[in-house]
C-alpha cells in the first residue's frame, strides 16, 4: 500500500533521521522527502498495511504529528472539471504540490489541443515546486523553464485560475530563481 502523508513540525524542526528510523523500526519504506515553505516533511509512505501506517504515525506523533494522510492505493471517483479545478487550485494553494499534479493530470488525460498545452504547462509548474520542495532548485528552475511556453496556450475558462497571475508568478520564479509559495 502507498500513502502520501504530511507532518507538521512542532516547536522544533523535524529530525528526518528520526523520522527515518521509526519508520524502519515499525516496517514502513519511507521515500521522496519534501518540505514545505513552514517546515512540514511530505513523504510516501509504502506500508504492507493501513495499521502499519498507523503504527508509524502513532510512533512519530511526538515528534512530527500529522497534517494529513492520503491512501493513494484508492482511485478517486470521476470528478466533473470545475470540481477538479476546485480540488487542484486547493492543493496547490496548501502547497500539496504533487496531489494537485495528480489532479489536473486527471483533466488531462480527457483534454485536447490548446487546454491540454495549458493543463501540461500547469502541471509542470506543480512538477516544479515539487522538485523545490525536494531541495533540487536547479531541476525545478528547468521545469518551470519548460512549462512557461505552455501556459500560453489556451487555459479552460471552468478553471478558476487566474493565468495572467500563473504566467507572472512563473515568469517572477525563473528570473530571481527563487521559490516562494503563490496562491492559484
Not at 13 to 30: M, Y
Not at 97 to 109: A, K, M, Q, S
Not at 141 to 167: F, H, N, W
Request: glycine content about 4%; aromatic content about 10%.
Amino acid at each position: 500500500m502507498r500513502f502520501l502523508v504530511r507532518l507538521r513540525p512542532s516547536s522544533n524542526p523535524i529530525p528526518l533521521a528520526a523520522v527515518r528510523t521509526i519508520a524502519r523500526t515499525t516496517g514502513v519504506d519511507l521515500r521522496n522527502p519534501k518540505w514545505t515553505s513552514y517546515g512540514a516533511l511530505e513523504v510516501d509512505l509504502f506500508a504492507p498495511s493501513r495499521n502499519d501506517v498507523e503504527t508509524f504515525l502513532a510512533a512519530a506523533a511526538p515528534i512530527a504529528p500529522v497534517e494529513w494522510l492520503h491512501d493513494l492505493s484508492i482511485s478517486p471517483p470521476y470528478r466533473p472539471p470545475e470540481q477538479l479545478f476546485r480540488e487542484a487550485r486547493d492543493y496547490f494553494n496548501a502547497e500539496r504540490y504533487w496531489e494537485c499534479h495528480e489532479t489536473l493530470e486527471e483533466e488531462w488525460r480527457r483534454s485536447s489541443g490548446a487546454k491540454k498545452s495549458f493543463l501540461q504547462g500547469a502541471i509542470l509548474v506543480c512538477a516544479a515546486f515539487v522538485h523545490h520542495q525536494k531541495g533540487e532548485d536547479h531541476v525545478a528552475l528547468a521545469i518551470l523553464r519548460r512549462a512557461q511556453s505552455r501556459l500560453d496556450s489556451g487555459a479552460p475558462t471552468d478553471s478558476g485560475i487566474d493565468v495572467e497571475s500563473l504566467r507572472r508568478r512563473v515568469e517572477e520564479t525563473i528570473s530571481s530563481g527563487r521559490f516562494e509559495p503563490f496562491p492559484l
